[in-house]
T-cell receptor, first 114, second 112 residues
Framework: GAGVSQTPSNKVTEKGKYVELRCDPISGHTALYWYRQSLGQGPEFLIY????????DSGLPNDRFFAVRPEGSVSTLKIQRTERGDSAVYLCASSTSGGADTQYFGPGTRLTVL | DAKTTQPTSMDCAEGRAANLPCNHSTISGNEYVYWYRQIHSQGPQYIIHGLKNNETNEMASLIITEDRKSSTLILPHATLRDTAVYYCIVSVLFGSARQLTFGSGTQLTVLP
């Protein structure tokens, strides 16, 4: 079956602009995670959704970052007033129901802020 | 979550077993050991996980020491496609969420 998909695969923007990154989880998966990976580092947790609600957003770096999952499926990560330090690969993962379930990752969106 | 220590890089000959070590000396009794790998420009891929017993699946084996302070991931017959960064993660469940705290991992290079 289809895995986790993310669009766009690459996004180049200018400092100060607003961007939206989309994640389509595996069908039927209720848990959805966002991670951010900087060059040469492992992924870092940003936010976790269980259904439509953000159950844990402790990893969001500041209030410029926001994520939604209005219908409990597709999620959008939104970044306002982008900064050069936001440049990274943004990864999305989903799992059947959270908890101990295996997380399946998408290919990521590479964001470059000029 | 407990901190893990892995070698920065390792090489392995194609067809031989690759043994990737991980130290997690501060692991708690309810923390699992997870292994993921990341092939260049792809998202991380789940390999295996365990609590205290050794585990085996179609991809690999996981050997956890009796004191649980270290573990070894074994790829029994490494191929060139196994070249990747391998992450050892210890993780505890917080409510319904399981944050995976990735370190820097081990770059495994399988040589022809």
């Amino acid at each position: 079956g289809a895995g986790v998909s993310q669009t766009p695969s690459n996004k180049v923007t200018e400092k100060g602009k607003y961007v939206e990154l989309r994640c389509d989880p595996i069908s039927g998966h209720t848990a959805l995670y966002w991670y951010r990976q900087s060059l040469g580092q492992g992924p870092e947790f940003l936010i976790y959704f269980q259904g439509t609600g953000a159950a844990d957003d402790s990893g969001l770096p500041n209030d410029r970052f926001f994520a939604v999952r209005p219908e409990g499926s597709v999620s959008t990560l939104k970044i306002q007033r982008t900064e050069r330090g936001d440049s990274a690969v943004y990864l999305c993962a989903s799992s059947t129901s959270g908890g101990a379930d295996t997380q399946y990752f998408g290919p990521g969106t590479r964001l470059t802020v000029l | 979550d407990a901190k893990t220590t892995q070698p920065t890089s390792m090489d392995c000959a194609e067809g031989r077993a690759a043994n990737l070590p991980c130290n997690h000396s501060t692991i708690s009794g309810n923390e699992y050991v997870y292994w993921y790998r990341q092939i260049h420009s792809q998202g991380p891929q789940y390999i295996i996980h365990g609590l205290k017993n050794n585990e085996t699946n179609e991809m690999a084996s996981l050997i956890i020491t009796e004191d649980r302070k270290s573990s070894t991931l074994i790829l029994p017959h490494a191929t060139l496609r196994d070249t990747a960064v391998y992450y050892c993660i210890v993780s505890v469940l917080f409510g319904s969420a399981r944050q995976l705290t990735f370190g820097s991992g081990t770059q495994l290079t399988v040589l022809p």
